[in-house]
């Protein structure tokens, strides 16, 4: 049947199973909203304040739900403002197309009102884009976009279509996506065997896990493996919830503010095995002494991962699922009683600690951690807040913790939540910010109160910008250049004039009453925590160090560090 492009690009997202879109409307992309009009029975459009804040709630749409998230802009700075949020969707490798409008073909490289070339503007940071002119290629544009979003190392795709394709007509025949399977060609069996007989050699094992353990769904596979090696098991920010954080053998995130545990124990490990991560600069420390008298064994569906930052004396190309599991087949029993032993030492000598007085972040997250048993789907924006819920708050199942861990997206989360919350109606969510976080994108709390989103938005308030003050503490002599916000600004009253409820809390019992309270309100809302301008998130590993130089309080007071 003739449809026009509009109605071809509606098609195509049900097709897909589409069944929110978050987005901002403009005048080069006039003909989808008509048409979104037309389908608003079928297809739910979440109006954000800003497009950016549509990039970002289709990436917390996505990260929540394994599907692909679906922003939309128009042309020019609308699709300009999407930039930041495809860049953090590839950073981590989220699923999300964005869909952009530009105008029409014949005024293309003129310098038209409203023209930006999207294509090439956000070709470095998507896995594929394309500009369509010909309405005849628009649908087999629209579900290549989603099939490369999905497949392997999942990622962003942009497709920029001019407005005049969205009005020509052209024959439309609906068909039924294919859903791309694991990657596993690339499993070969001599690199299971060098893997088995790495295992079987080690006496001191450490599994490192990361973010693509939890895009595989690997969590069942992983703790087969974890009690099949009888190993201590760390992980990273995206990696959280891949294994139990409950688990005994579980013992905190690796790297700058990952745990001293962690730390030490993977400086003292015979082999590390590295599931799904890329070894970013934030784990690694110094590079050149990372886990330097260990063997590494890196699974990765991603080639380009393999000795890009580490070098790996093995490795699986492949779905870290598909090999896990061939893995789990073949490998037998392995008993590492003393070293598990050493391991648990380091917990009970290097607990996570904090003061128990007065309001801190730590307490926030465990309190919150208490209060919702553990089951909430957390979100953060970046900075002192973010570490302390990867720290305080533990994450027993994956795609629970929703941050931006490669590109440190300040203003993320609120979007985020919006996406997850609209997700998962059932599920509480919650977004963790700082107090600079939450003015990057605060706007979106109005697209909070106009959906009925009963997230809850802590709003950790030090007036400050804590993570760079702490560096401007520890290591620029306490020049504090740009980073107090103390100016007065009244978040409560902010909040209540977006429709939100809100409460500000200066201590713990007023945060627990204002939380419980949050917890029964069907609508967004805020809790302004105020909290001390020098707390730090604590243990650190300086700039250049290696990790198992990692200080905590007690060290940096008494000048051992």
């Not at 979007?415 to 976080?437: L, R, S, Y």
Request: proline fraction near 4%; aromatic fraction near 8%.
């Amino acid at each position: 049947m003739q449809l026009t492009g509009a109605q071809i690009i509606i098609e195509c997202l049900k097709e897909q199973g589409v069944d929110t879109v978050f987005g901002y409307p403009g005048g080069a992309i006039l003909n989808v909203y008509d048409e979104l009009y037309k389908h608003k029975e079928e297809i739910r459009h979440v109006l954000t304040s800003h497009e950016q804040g549509a990039s970002h709630a289709a990436d917390g749409y996505a990260r929540s739900t394994g599907k692909v998230g679906v922003c939309l802009a128009t042309s020019g700075p609308g699709a300009t403002n999407l930039v930041t949020g495809i860049a953090t969707a590839y950073m981590d490798s989220v699923p999300v197309v964005a869909l952009t409008c530009n105008v029409n073909v014949p005024l293309l490289g003129k310098d038209s009102f409203q023209e930006i070339d999207i294509a090439g503007i956000t070709m470095p940071v998507t896995k594929h884009n394309f500009i369509v002119k010909d309405v005849e290629n628009l649908a087999d544009t629209i579900r290549r976009a989603f099939a490369i979003a999905r497949k392997g190392r999942p990622g962003p795709v942009l497709v920029d279509i001019p407005k005049d394709v969205t009005s020509n007509k052209a024959e439309y025949e609906r068909k039924t996506p294919v859903m791309p399977e694991p990657v596993s060609k690339t499993i070969r069996q001599e690199d299971i065997d060098t893997a088995l007989s790495m295992i079987e050699k080690a006496q001191k094992p450490f599994i490192f896990v990361g973010g693509g353990a939890v895009i595989s769904g690997a969590s069942a596979e992983l703790k087969k493996f974890v009690e099949l090696v009888d190993a201590p098991v760390c992980d990273t920010l995206m990696g959280k919830g891949a294994f139990d954080g409950t688990d005994e053998r579980y013992t905190g995130m690796l790297g700058m503010h990952g745990t001293k545990t962690s730390n030490l124990g993977v400086s003292e490990c015979d082999l590390l095995i590295a599931i799904g991560v890329r070894f970013s600069d934030r784990v690694l420390g110094n590079a050149k002494k990372f886990a330097n008298q260990a063997a590494i064994l890196q699974l990765d569906v991603d080639p380009a991962e393999i000795n890009k930052n580490i070098t790996a004396d093995a490795s699986i190309i492949g779905d870290v699922n598909e090999i896990l599991k061939r893995l789990n087949e073949r490998l037998a029993q392995q008993e590492h009683k003393r070293w598990l032993e050493h391991i648990e030492t380091y917990q009970k000598e290097y607990p996570l600690s904090y003061s128990q007085k007065g309001l801190s972040g730590p307490f926030l997250i465990e309190k919150i951690y208490e209060m919702v048993n553990g089951d909430a789907l957390m979100v953060t924006e970046v900075g002192q807040h973010q570490m302390w819920t990867a720290q305080y708050y533990k994450y027993k199942e994956p795609r629970t913790l929703l941050s931006s861990g490669g590109l440190g997206t300040m203003g993320y989360g609120l979007g985020a939540a919006i996406g997850a919350q609209t997700a998962n109606p059932d599920k509480q969510v919650i977004n963790i910010a700082g107090d600079g976080c939450f003015r990057m994108n605060m706007n979106e709390l109005a697209t909070a109160v106009r959906e009925k989103l009963p997230l809850i938005e802590v709003i950790v308030n030090n007036h400050v910008l804590g993570m760079v003050r702490q560096w401007q503490t520890l290591f620029y002599e306490g020049h504090y250049s740009a980073t107090v916000l103390d100016d007065g600004l009244d978040y409560v009253k902010l909040a209540e004039a977006m429709g939100a409820e809100a409460r500000r809390v200066k201590t713990r019992e007023e945060f627990e009453a204002a939380f419980a309270e949050a917890l029964e309100c069907k609508i967004p809302f805020v809790i302004d925590c105020i909290i001390d301008s020098d707390d730090k998130v604590w243990p650190m590993v300086a700039p250049g160090s290696p990790i198992d130089e990692a200080f905590d309080e007690a060290d940096y007071k008494n000048g051992s560090c």
